[in-house]
């Protein structure tokens, strides 16, 4: 496929995403324990979620962005799978309360227990996902937001050390079935991360094998 | 007695080189006097353009991977990012040809003097930055092409020249009596650098990285 292809398909994928994310609502949200519930609810009924993902990352040095995109798996509970295809193989899984990275050739397995990281990386993840994160006003200072098509929310980390790291994390939750479809961390200097999800599907049977490490 | 004294004199030299450190002393290069081709030129002098790098490093018993973003700024400095995959950022420094080495940020987890210092010497090694001043050109037998020797720092850096080329394919840095690392640079002068391969002698560290062709992964 020509790269003129490829950019033309990426663009395709992200502009129905920039049409729903046209702009960063900043209308107070009315009803946030409303909104908290009913992701309580949500959260309760998916057993798991099957996504494709496209990651852009944009630094201030650079002109343009770096573009990346995968498929991400969920399982309850706390079964995540993390698959990076273009334009280079990576794979995060965590399960069981161990993680498992494979890059290229190489791979290796860690366990969370004993490893700082990578616990509040899963925490992280998992809180993002499972809308669990809202709750954390121990970590994070957060606010809602809300327009026709999108709940939003900020969270601003409360230590020093994360924001460091991140200055802000945003949330997209779609209004009608409240899934996450945008999340964007920023950064200092006006460089962000910012990972769109699309083709979702809610409750399809994944086989717990995909998030086994062989 | 005056025996036991030289004895004595020379057991430390015998030690030092038995002991697996990578001298630097006998390194085979001779004065080329009358040298009239190119002079080292940094594979990333340009005006605009930034290169991608999919990037391992192994430090002792850990290993990071992410993308490594060189570029070229103004003034021959350069910015160098290293992010994870997923897109957070391990460190960010920026380079200067006459001045110290800029820490932008960098990831808790690495955040050792000690550290920044190695990581930013490679790095330079790698830009071919701060090797100023009248390098002395030399050769080595049965090795075409020139190799300059730079000194900065109290450390000699040696820049290793193809023949017809000015861009480095290897570049070594020793100490008064042992060398410190290797840089080898694959890639042709037309095309661009494909990867370099970054490892010290007497310190596990290395760092690996493979060029990402700019068309398929950024999106202007």
């Not at chain 1, 946030?32 to 990352?57: A, C, H, P, W, Y």
């Not at chain 1, 970590?139 to 026709?148: P, R």
């Not at chain 2, 002393?25 to 004065?31: Q, T, V």
């Not at chain 2, 370099?196 to 700019?214: F, P, Q």
Request: aromatic share 12%.
């Amino acid at each position: 496929m020509k790269i003129k292809h490829k950019i033309i398909i990426f663009s395709f994928l992200i502009a129905p995403a920039c049409q729903v994310f046209a702009q960063k609502p900043d209308k107070a949200m009315k009803d946030i324990t409303g909104f908290r519930e009913k992701l309580v609810t949500m959260s309760d009924k998916v057993n798991t979620i099957e996504s494709d993902f496209v990651q852009e990352k944009n630094l201030s040095v650079l002109t343009s962005k770096i573009i990346s995109s995968g498929h991400f798996c969920y399982k309850k509970d706390n079964n995540i799978r993390w698959e990076y295809l273009q334009p280079y193989q990576y794979l995060i899984i965590i399960s069981q309360n161990k993680i498992f990275i494979k890059e290229d050739k190489n791979q290796k397995q860690y366990d969370m227990q004993s490893n700082r990281m990578f616990q509040e990386m899963n925490k992280f993840i998992s809180g993002c996902i499972q809308g669990d994160i809202l709750k954390n006003e121990k970590d994070y200072k957060v606010a809602y937001f809300e327009d026709d098509r999108n709940y939003f929310v900020s969270l601003v980390p409360n230590a020093e050390k994360m924001q460091q790291m991140l200055n802000e994390v945003q949330i997209w939750f779609n209004r009608t079935d409240l899934t996450v479809t945008r999340i964007t961390m920023m950064e200092s200097e006006g460089d962000y991360t910012r990972i769109d999800f699309m083709n979702k599907k809610l409750n399809t049977d994944i086989p717990i094998e995909k998030f086994s490490f062989k | 007695m005056a025996g036991r004294v030289y004895t004595f004199a020379l057991l430390p030299l015998l030690l030092f080189f038995s002991n697996g450190c990578s001298v630097a002393i006998f390194n085979d290069y001779h004065r080329l006097p009358d040298y009239k081709g190119n002079t080292p030129v940094s594979w990333f002098q340009s005006d605009t353009a930034h290169s991608l790098f999919n990037t391992k490093i192994d430090l002792m018993k850990n290993h990071f991977s992410g993308l490594m973003v060189i570029k070229p700024l103004a003034g021959a400095s350069y910015r160098v990012v290293f992010i994870t995959e997923v897109g957070l950022k391990i460190f960010d420094l920026e380079f200067f040809p006459d001045r110290e080495v800029k820490l932008h940020y960098i990831m808790d987890v690495m955040n050792r003097k000690a550290l920044i210092k190695t990581l930013s010497n490679d790095i330079s090694l790698l830009l071919l930055n701060g090797l100023t001043g009248q390098p002395k050109v030399m050769s080595k037998k049965n090795s075409p092409g020139a190799i300059f020797r730079y000194r900065y720092k109290g450390k000699k850096n040696y820049v290793h020249l193809k023949e017809k080329h000015a861009m480095p394919f290897y570049v070594k840095q020793t100490s008064c009596l042992s060398n410190k690392v290797r840089v080898n640079l694959y890639g042709k002068p037309g095309s661009g650098l494909d990867s370099v391969k970054i490892k010290h002698y007497n310190l596990r560290l290395s760092l690996d990285l493979y060029r990402i062709k700019e068309n398929q992964y950024v999106v202007e």
